[in-house]
């Protein structure tokens, strides 16, 4: 049974560029969720899809927005970036309304 | 929104020693999980424990929900023990979404 999947697993981009980072969740989870994590920190709740709509979202600017596609799977795009937005990024499946998230490896992106 | 803290932020052992790592919040939750974060940042759950005791190896945990705290034990540490531990809480109301405390790092030394 496979768990998250994250893809890639590591990416450069410049300033000003756009990213995609895409999730698989956990065979039999419908509901998918980002997290940032800045080095040293816990990650940050950024934005939660299910049925393919937004449901819940973090404080964090429009440039980040998503997607969630019929098989669940999700995407994690981010526009116009900064530096600040070199992070870890987390994916984590979970079952809508019951309990226990399962993460992914998590995409390091480096902004230069 | 809800506060979670975690303490000690740090902690050295010698092999073999015994440890408690401490998450309390700030609000009633409906799930609470104990994190492990391996030096290349996967986040491996350890326990999915909103109230009780759990137990697992080395490991076990204890979530007292009325009091508001979450306490992870670690017995006879080894070296792979070492990163970061984290608790994460979702709030009993509302949508569901984890957050995190800022973690406990450990480094068990040989």
């Known amino acids: 049974d496979a768990g998250v999947t994250q893809s890639p697993t590591h990416l450069i981009k410049t300033r000003g560029q756009q990213v995609t980072l895409r999730c698989s969740p956990k065979?039999?989870?419908?509901?998918v969720s980002w997290y940032q994590q800045a080095l040293g920190q816990g990650p940050q709740f950024i934005f939660q899809?299910?049925?393919?709509?937004?449901?819940q979202r973090g404080n964090f600017p429009d440039r980040f927005s998503g997607h969630q596609f019929p098989n669940y799977s999700s995407e994690l795009n981010v526009n116009a970036l900064l530096l600040g937005d070199s992070a870890l990024y987390l994916c984590?499946?979970?079952?809508?309304?019951?309990?226990?998230?399962?993460f992914g490896s998590g995409t390091r992106l480096t902004v230069v | 929104g809800i506060q979670v803290e975690q303490s000690p932020p740090d902690l050295i052992l010698q092999e073999g020693a015994n440890s408690t790592l401490r998450c309390n919040f700030s609000?009633?939750?409906?799930?609470l999980q104990w994190f492990h974060q391996n030096p290349w940042g996967q986040l491996i759950n350890l326990f999915y424990?909103?109230?009780g005791t759990k137990q697992n190896g080395r490991l076990s945990a204890t979530t007292v929900a009325t009091e508001r705290y979450s306490l992870l034990y670690i017995s006879s540490s080894q070296t792979t023990d070492s990163g970061v531990y984290f608790c994460?809480?979702?709030?009993?109301?509302?949508?569901?979404?984890?957050?995190f405390g800022k973690g406990t790092m450990l480094l068990v030394s040989p």
């Open positions: 424990i909103p109230s």
């Open positions: 994460a809480v979702e709030l009993e109301s509302g949508y569901s979404t984890l957050t």
């Open positions: 065979s039999g989870h419908d509901t």
């Open positions: 984590a499946s979970s079952r809508v309304d019951f309990g226990g998230y399962t």
């Open positions: 899809y299910y049925e393919e709509e937004e449901r």
């Open positions: 609000d009633s939750v409906n799930n």
